[in-house]
Structure formats: C-alpha cells, structure tokens
C-alpha cells in the first residue's frame, strides 16, 4: 500500500484545456519518473504514443516548457487522466503493478459506496445513522493500519539505506 500512497502525492492533477473542456491532467514526465521505466522520457512518451494510439488535443497536449540543463526549450506534456492510468497500467514494473493494485482499489471502493447507497436508499434514518457510524470506524481502523505500514515503510528504508552504506 506504500506505493499507493505515493502514486497520489507524486502526481498532483492540474486543469489543463484540452478540446475546449477543462480537463484534469497530469504531467506525463512526472508519471514516468515515477514508474521508474529506465527509458528516456522523450523516447518513452513518443513510443507509447503511438503504440497505444493516443490522440494530440484530446489525450494529451503536448507544451513547449522550461528550458533543459543545455539551454533548450523541453517538450512536455499534459496527459489526461484515462492516459495517465492506461501508461501506468501497461507499465510492466513493480509501480506499474503497484499501479494497477491502486486503480483496481479505486474501483472497489467505488462499487462499494454504489451498493452501499442502494441500501441507504431503503434505509430508515436510524438504520442509516448506525451504518454511517460503523463505516467511520472502519474508515479509522483503516486509516490507523495505512499509518502503521508508513512507519513500518519508513523504518525499512532507513534500514536498508542505513545497510547499504559501507562504514
């Protein structure tokens, strides 16, 4: 679950017109870097561009931005979302994995809050009360768990770079 949490901090979602309908977005060369592919991004996003067949002005939008350490202007690229989560998926690593555990969660919580409303639909206000206070402890439990693994995440890295460093 670590990487899930990195997964959302690391790509933060912009607004970005695309096809004159705001759109949420991400920055493609920030979802490379975290999927760690080893590629060059240029030739990453060029390649899977045309491998998936992704559409200019309405699955990405490509801008000309900051210059690079040699002075010249980088190409970037503003991706939507479905992109951002098709990259990822397809990505065959341990984030694109990661990835793919994040986006299926996502979807079973999703379905989750669905049936839930149903039933809340038929649901007396007591009834209703009950389950909405057994849900928010659910909820605290799990947010005590994903805390503990941080820690627990934390303390193996420090642990791993304390290792790796010849004294």
Request: aromatic fraction near 6%; hydrophobic fraction near 40%.
């Amino acid at each position: 679950m670590t990487n899930v949490i990195s997964i959302t901090t690391a790509l933060p979602i912009t607004t970005t017109a695309i096809s004159n309908e705001n759109t949420q977005t991400v920055d493609a060369r920030r979802l490379h870097e975290w999927l760690g592919s080893g590629k060059m991004f240029a030739h990453w996003i060029k390649q899977r561009i045309k491998l998936y067949g992704f559409v200019e002005g309405e699955d990405y939008l490509p801008v000309l931005a900051r210059k690079n350490e040699r002075g010249q202007p980088r190409q970037e690229y503003n991706i939507t979302i479905d992109m951002a989560k098709h990259l990822a998926m397809m990505e065959r690593n341990k984030q694109g994995h990661a990835a793919r555990k994040y986006f299926i969660e996502m979807e079973k919580q999703a379905k989750g809050m669905f049936a839930d409303m149903q039933v809340m639909a038929t649901m007396s206000q007591g009834d209703m009360h009950r389950m909405l206070a057994a849900r928010a402890d659910e909820m605290d439990a799990a947010r005590a768990a994903l805390d503990l693994e941080k820690e627990v995440a934390a303390v193996t890295r420090a642990h791993f770079a304390q290792n790796s460093n010849p004294s």
